[in-house]
């Protein structure tokens, strides 16, 4: 009994990537016949790489998903592919604090709240109802919001720790020298 659930759980989750894919490729099959381009397969395989991609990723991640594959494609066509898709719906551009772009699948570009490390660029991303519910019970004139992404900047505690030991050894440092000096 128990092997039968657990097949019918995986069955149910592979029906449901396949539901995902075949919704993404016909959101895009329709784009591109609005705009009167192409279907390549360049731009379905790349599709297909962000479909299995869990969670943000950047466009060299990509980029190592294509070469794990051996289709050769150009680092110009994955920047306008992911640009396209973009424009599309598909993936949405995440805001970041270095310079590489990341990217998510729409399905993923829910409402959320992240602090972003200054120092060295980690993101987590963190639940809080009692805000989440503050920001949606928020009234604007004329407007009304479907998403928001709040982003709290500063320094995470691995950061500060490792700031904290540096000026230690700093001080330690400058002490040694003095006494020497004297």
Known sequence: MMHRCLLLCIFALVMSDEKTRMAAYSALTEFLERKRLRKTSERFHILDKILSMPGQFEVEDI?????????????????????????????????????????????????????VCLQCGKIK??????????????????FHPSEFSLMVYGICSRCMRHNKKRTINTTNTESTVRIKKQ
């Open 63 to 115: 980029c190592k998903a294509m070469a794990d594959d051996a289709y050769r494609v150009s680092r110009a066509t994955i920047y306008n592919t992911l640009s396209l898709f973009d424009e599309c719906g598909l993936i949405r551009r995440c805001p970041s604090t270095d310079t590489r772009a990341r990217y998510e699948r729409a399905a993923y570009a829910t409402s959320r709240f992240q602090l």
């Open 125 to 142: 991303d963190v639940k809080d109802a009692e805000l989440a519910r503050q920001i949606s019970a928020r009234r604007y004139s004329a």
